[in-house]
Structure formats: C-alpha cells, structure tokens
C-alpha cells in the first residue's frame, strides 16, 4: 500500500484572494462544491479578515453559508484577531487558521503588527477556539525570504513555528509566501524547525513563483513532511506579498506525489475540471 500524503486544498482562499476583480460568491461557492467531490480532508474556502484589506475575502460568511458541506471534510477559515473569529464561528468554520511571519517587514505589511504583537493578538484567538473545540492551525509565512526584509534565519521561522505550536495549533504550515526558496534552503529551514516541532505538526506551503515548488516538496518529502498545501489552477498570490504570485498547483502536485509513489486519495478528472473553474473565475474577473 503506496504511503498517504495529504494536499490540503487552499485554493478557494489563497487562490482567490488576490485577484482584483470581485469574483460572484455563487461562483467561489460552485468551486468549493466541485473539490469538495474531489476527496479532500480539508478546504480552506474563507478569510475573516478586514474587508478593507482584503476586498475579495468580504463575502466569507456567504460562501461558508451556501456550500455544500460534505460529512468528513474540513472547511477551514483564516482568522487574524477575536474578530475574525467571532465571524469565523458564526459561519461555522470547522476549522480556523491564525497566520504569522517570521520577518517583521511581512508582519507589518500584511497584518499591521510586530511578530511580537501579532503572536499577543492570536493568543486568546487560540484560547477561544479551543474552548470552543475548534481546531487551530497556524501559517509561518517568509520561511525563506521575505519581499521587505530579504532572507529569513531559520531560527527565525523555527521560533514563530514553536511560539504558534505553543498556543496550541495542532499543525504548523511553513509559507514560502514568494516562491523564491531553493530545495538546499528549504532543507535548512525545515532541520531548524524540525529541533523544536515535531514533523509530523508541519506542512508545507510553497508558492511557485520560481517553478521550483515541486522540488521543494521533494525535498520536504525526504526530511518526513507528510502535508502540502495547494491551490487548484494555481492561481494565487497574496496582496501584501509583491511578486507572489502563483501557489504550487494542486495538481501538478497531485501527479507529482503519485509519481513518486504516493497516494493522495483524489480523483484528478473532479481537480482537473476544479482547475478549469478557477482559471475562468480569474479570466473573467
Ligand atoms: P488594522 O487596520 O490594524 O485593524 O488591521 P484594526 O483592529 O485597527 O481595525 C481596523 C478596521 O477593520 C475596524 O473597522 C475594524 O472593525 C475592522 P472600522 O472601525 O475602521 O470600521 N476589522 C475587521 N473587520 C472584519 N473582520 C475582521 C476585522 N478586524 C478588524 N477580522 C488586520 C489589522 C489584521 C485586521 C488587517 O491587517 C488584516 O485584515 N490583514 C489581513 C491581510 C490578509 O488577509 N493577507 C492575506 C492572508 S495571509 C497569506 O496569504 C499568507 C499565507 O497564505 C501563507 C503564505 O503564503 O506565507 C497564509
Ligand atoms: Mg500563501
């Protein structure tokens, strides 16, 4: 039986979030529904952040409330602050997802605060959800490089990872938010965090800026990550991120894993015709 890795599916948010034209939310939703048949574990389909920031991820709420929610799949939501919860609660998140940089110039750009005071901000965020008996993932994003500040220590990234495991995240997912890293620097990035977090908490998150995501996952593969994140069509980037564009391609990274030999669990026709509607969402935006 060929070794289970999971691609955690993150198109329908960090796909779309950057695309400047506002996408109908009967079209995210239609998305959605599609990879939902797919054979995901978990979909990352919102973003309770402000509206003012991030104008594509206004309509969260909608989108949450008209999928069709399949029994055994995780629908996850990004959650910056105890507001963002409190709307990710509401609209059932199944999941939700707090996000921190390991460089300060990224932090400030994207989420208006230190790493220091963005950790402070996610503290109660994690309490509430786990009160609640909500899971909490949490994203390291710059792992590599960051657009303000250059290359990333990877003591840097192995301190923010530790500093979210210890707010209780039950995974850590490593950004690799402008797809500038190299399998050698991933490599030393991931043996640094690996010292304080256990890998299999730790998922891969590579955009593709440079064509070398998939090498990186390899590379990943071999020091025991187990989880990727992708985004069908690869579309993708992040708006306080120049240059990101492109997140790996669920399936280019689908027939890559099975390539090697693993086992992802999805049906490539359902991620095929996925991709299609993602690609015509962004042309048509
Ligand atoms: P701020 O302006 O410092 O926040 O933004 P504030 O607390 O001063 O609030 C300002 C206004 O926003 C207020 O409204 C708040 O109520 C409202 P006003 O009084 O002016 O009318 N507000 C909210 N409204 C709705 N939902 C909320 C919320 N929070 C405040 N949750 C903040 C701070 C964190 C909110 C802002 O910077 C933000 O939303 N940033 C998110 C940026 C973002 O979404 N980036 C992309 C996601 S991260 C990513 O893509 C990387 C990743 O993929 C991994 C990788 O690739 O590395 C995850
Ligand atoms: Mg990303």
């Keep these: 039986m060929p070794e289970f890795v999971e691609i955690f599916e993150v198109g329908p948010r960090d796909g779309l979030q950057n695309e400047k034209a506002q996408i109908a939310t009967e079209d995210k939703i239609a998305l959605v529904d599609c990879l939902s048949a797919a054979g995901f574990k978990r979909i990352e389909v919102a973003s309770f952040v402000s509206p003012k920031w991030v104008p594509q991820m206004a309509d969260s709420g909608a989108v949450l409330a008209g999928i069709n929610r399949k029994s055994g799949i995780s629908y996850a939501a990004l959650t910056p602050n105890m507001k963002g919860f409190e709307r990710a609660v509401e609209a059932k998140a199944d999941e939700i997802a707090i996000f921190a940089s390991a460089s300060e110039g990224f932090s400030k750009a994207n989420i208006n605060a230190s790493i220091a005071e963005s950790l402070e901000r996610f503290a109660p965020v ?10 909490v993932r949490g994203y390291v994003s710059c792992v590599t490089d960051c657009p303000y500040d250059g290359k990333t220590d990877p003591l840097d990234v192995a301190r923010v990872a530790k500093a979210l495991l210890d707010l209780g995240c039950y995974e850590i997912s490593l950004g690799d938010t402008i797809g500038q890293g190299t399998p050698e620097r991933i490599q030393a990035m991931l043996k640094a965090v690996i010292d304080v977090v256990p890998v299999t908490q730790l998922a891969g998150h590579y955009h593709d800026t440079s064509g070398r995501a998939l090498d990186n996952i390899e590379t990943s593969l071999e020091l025991g990550v187990r989880v990727f994140d992708a985004a069908v069509g690869g579309l993708g980037g992040c708006p306080y991120a120049p240059g990101a564009a492109g997140n790996v391609a669920t ?5 890559r ?11 490539a026709a359902i991620i095929s015709k996925a991709a299609d ?9």
């Design 126 to 135: 994690a309490a509430a959800a786990q009160a609640q008996g909500i899971p």
């Design 251 to 255: 399936e280019a990274v689908d027939q």
């Design 257 to 267: 894993l099975i390539a090697l030999g693993y086992q992802t669990g999805l049906d």
């Design 277 to 285: 509607m993602a690609r015509a969402m962004r042309a048509g935006s």
